[in-house]
């Protein structure tokens, strides 16, 4: 199933790009708009026993992704509010993989979002930004999870979800906190779906263990058998 979902994001080094010398003011911005290996604020808030992090990484943006890509820059996610564009390595909004991630930059326009946008981040009121992807969630690979030997300073488990490939970018934002379910509804069905994948990849280690388990005792029985002629 190919989900369309919203990083949780991060701080990314928005601000403003300074001006040269005999320039007017700058109304640029920039900063990471994808950051690769860093984790993720707590995808399970809440959660009795467990917390949940994401990693992005580097495998999962490739250049091919970036160059087919139609990705608007946005504020706080609405669609509505479109600062800038990237349409196949062209347009408004400029986007360039690196080591460390993906760094974006766009001239900002005369618009009333634009105008607030700028003042926000000039500010540094607005420090933040998330995106949004497609991730095939089927597709054996694309996204992993590892249950972490550290535990929280509360004592929970810590796992780690790892996006390994993305299939598809449609967005990049601006924002004053991160891509974060809104209502305690959505937290809950937040949980209840990690809960389901967790179980099942429990489930998995369990079994792998019983098999290695009985592949040993088979062995400890061959080589007894042996020795007992």
């Known amino acids: 199933m190919k989900k369309k979902e919203f990083s949780n994001g991060s701080l990314c080094n928005l601000h403003l790009r300074a001006a040269g010398e005999g320039e007017e003011e700058s109304r640029v911005i920039e900063g990471t708009a994808i950051v690769f290996g860093k984790r993720s604020i707590n995808l399970m808030p809440g959660h009795p026993t467990r917390e949940m992090y994401e990693v992005i990484e580097p495998s999962a943006v490739t250049e091919e992704l970036l160059n087919r890509s139609d990705i608007v820059l946005t504020y706080e996610h609405n669609q509505e509010a479109v600062l800038g564009a990237w349409v196949c390595g062209k347009g408004t909004l400029d986007l360039k993989r690196t080591d460390a991630g993906v760094d974006m930059s766009c001239a900002l326009g005369q618009s009333t979002t634009a105008i607030d946008a700028l003042d926000r981040v000039k500010r540094g009121d607005v420090r933040s930004m998330s995106f949004g992807m497609w991730v095939d969630f089927c597709t054996e690979g694309n996204v992993t999870y590892e249950k972490l030997e550290e535990r929280s300073a509360d004592g929970k488990e810590i796992w780690i979800r790892h996006i ?25 069905s937040a949980n209840d779906c990690i809960e389901e994948i967790v179980k099942k990849e429990l489930d998995k280690k369990q079994e792998e263990e019983f098999e290695q388990e009985q592949m040993e005792l088979r062995h400890q029985l061959f080589m007894m058998q042996q020795f007992s002629y």
């Open 164 to 188: 390994n490939h993305i299939d598809g970018l449609f967005d990049v934002t601006i924002c004053h906190r991160p891509a974060y379910p809104d209502t305690e509804v959505e937290v809950r």
